[in-house]
């Protein structure tokens, strides 16, 4: 059951930026960990980024680190991703996801959203 949604997906060139969104309608995302992933085609899915409830910790992956920023504003029940110097690498499927019972980005995300398609391409 898709309970989040994300947007701000689209085709940019290398070394552009892009910023997805990440919301809920159904729920109060504050006290969850949200979380964004990622599919290539012919991968599998790939943790990206992590805020925990409250944004107390926040985690990268070493492919994205010192380029995508993660944030959260609670009073727009909306978690973002600011991606910068994008590359052709980045281009999959991202997805966001919510720890529905825990406020750490180490529990369970089991609420998801349908993905936004990112493609880096010149």
């Known amino acids: 059951q898709l309970q989040l949604e994300e947007s701000g997906g689209g085709l940019v060139q290398p070394g552009g930026s892009l910023r997805l969104s990440c919301t809920s309608s159904?729920?109060?995302?504050?006290?969850?960990?949200v979380g964004w992933f990622r599919q290539a085609p012919g991968k599998g899915r790939e943790g990206v980024s992590c805020?925990?409830?409250?944004?107390?910790?926040?985690t990268y992956a070493a492919s994205v680190k010192g380029r995508f920023t993660i944030s959260r504003d609670d009073a727009k029940n909306t978690v973002y991703l600011q991606m910068n110097y994008l590359r052709p690498e980045d281009t999959a499927v991202y997805y966001c996801?919510?720890?529905?019972?825990?406020?750490?980005?180490?529990?369970?995300?089991?609420?998801w959203g349908q993905g936004t398609q990112v493609t880096v391409s010149s």
């Open positions: 996801a919510r720890t529905s019972h825990s406020s750490s980005c180490g529990g369970s995300f089991d609420s």
């Open positions: 159904e729920f109060t995302l504050e006290q969850n960990a």
């Open positions: 805020i925990s409830g409250l944004g107390i910790t926040i």
